[in-house]
Every structure is written in structure tokens, then in C-alpha cells.
């Protein structure tokens, strides 16, 4: 077996990446549809959240994403009449975020196709592995997390050349 194939962060790429394409051209399309991959994971987010109240601050701690990103890509989606911020009786300047019932019923049939994509990708496995499957996945996941934490702790203090644009090029992940 090559090196590269056995590299855990190459399949996981390869597998976005295959996983993307095959959304891409079997996902159902719509008059006001999500333009972005961004915004269609803001839309799954609220769908799955709407018995609780999301904010902007909810949004970009879920998706690694400046205040600017999601502030602009917020106002994007509310524009194209995907979302509605209504500001909150104790603090008017707290904006709750919610779907429109046209991206409600979008989102909704986007779920069915995903989970239609779940049991694609699941098919030869048992209900145990696909568990363990998750387990693990959730392992990476956590392990990950950890090292950017780490990765962002020596960045506040760079010692080496190079290292705040590695850091700007991090930004774009």
C-alpha cells in the first residue's frame, strides 16, 4: 500500500471531496436555495436548533467563523429571504436567527436526501459498526481540536519566521 493511502487526513480530504461532488449533483435545487456550502450548514444548523433560540455568537463558534464572515454572510442569506433576524424583547440588539418557512421546506427535503446519502455511505455495515464508526470519528474530532487549540496557543506568541502568514492562511480553513 503507498504512504499516501495510508494517511488519515488524504482519505478524509478524499472523501469530502467525493461526498461534495456527489451533493453537488444529486441534492434537490431550489428557487431560493443556500449559494454557498456555508450557508446551507447555517440552514442545517437552524433546522436542527429550532427548539432553541440561535444567535450570531451560536453561529460562528459552530462554524469556526470570524464576526465579519458571519455577519456577512448573514445578511446574504436574510436578503435572499433564507433567514430572519428578530431582535429579542430584553435587548434590542440581540438578533435571534430563524428559517423561513420557504427554507424550512427546502431544508426539510435536503434532510431526506442526506439521510438517503447516510445510508449510501453506511450500506455493508452493521448498526454496531456504524457506531463505532461515529466513536471513532468523534476521537479524530476531539484529537483535532485539541492540537488547534494548541496551534493557536503558539501562534499568540510566533517565534518563527513565516508564522503569522501561516496563521493568516489558517484563517481561510
Same mark, same amino acid.
Given at each position: 500500500m503507498e504512504q499516501k493511502d495510508r494517511r488519515l487526513a488524504f482519505k478524509l480530504r478524499v472523501l469530502h471531496n467525493q461526498i461534495k461532488c456527489i451533493i453537488h449533483r444529486s441534492a434537490p435545487h431550489f428557487e431560493k436555495? !443556500?449559494?454557498?456550502?456555508?450557508?446551507?450548514?447555517?440552514?442545517? +444548523?437552524? +433546522?436542527?436548533?429550532?427548539? &432553541?433560540p440561535? +444567535?450570531? @455568537?451560536?453561529? %460562528?463558534?459552530?462554524?469556526? =467563523?470570524?464576526?465579519?464572515?458571519?455577519?456577512?454572510?448573514? &445578511?446574504v442569506m436574510e436578503k435572499n429571504g433564507l433567514i430572519v433576524r428578530k431582535?429579542? /424583547? @430584553?435587548?434590542? @440588539?440581540?438578533?435571534? =436567527? &430563524?428559517?423561513?418557512? %420557504?427554507?424550512?421546506?427546502g431544508h426539510k427535503k435536503i434532510e431526506e436526501h442526506m439521510d438517503m446519502l447516510d445510508r449510501r455511505m453506511t450500506e455493508g455495515l452493521?448498526?454496531? %459498526?456504524?457506531? %463505532?464508526?461515529?466513536r471513532l470519528l /468523534?476521537?479524530?474530532?476531539?484529537?483535532?481540536?485539541?492540537?488547534?487549540?494548541e496551534l493557536e496557543e503558539r501562534s499568540s506568541? !510566533?517565534? &518563527?519566521?513565516?508564522?503569522?502568514?501561516?496563521? @493568516?492562511?489558517? /484563517?481561510k480553513c
Open positions: 436555495a !443556500p449559494q454557498s456550502q456555508l450557508q446551507g450548514g447555517i440552514l442545517g +444548523y437552524l +433546522y436542527h436548533h429550532q427548539d &432553541q440561535v +444567535y450570531q @455568537r451560536d453561529i %460562528e463558534k459552530e462554524f469556526r =467563523i470570524s464576526r465579519a464572515t458571519a455577519t456577512n454572510t448573514l &445578511q431582535a429579542v /424583547d @430584553r435587548d434590542a @440588539r440581540l438578533k435571534r =436567527i &430563524q428559517m423561513t418557512e %420557504e427554507a424550512m421546506q452493521s448498526d454496531g %459498526e456504524v457506531e %463505532e464508526l461515529h /468523534d476521537v479524530v474530532f476531539q484529537n483535532l481540536e485539541e492540537f488547534q487549540e506568541h !510566533p517565534e &518563527q519566521d513565516g508564522e503569522e502568514e501561516r496563521e @493568516r492562511e489558517c /484563517d
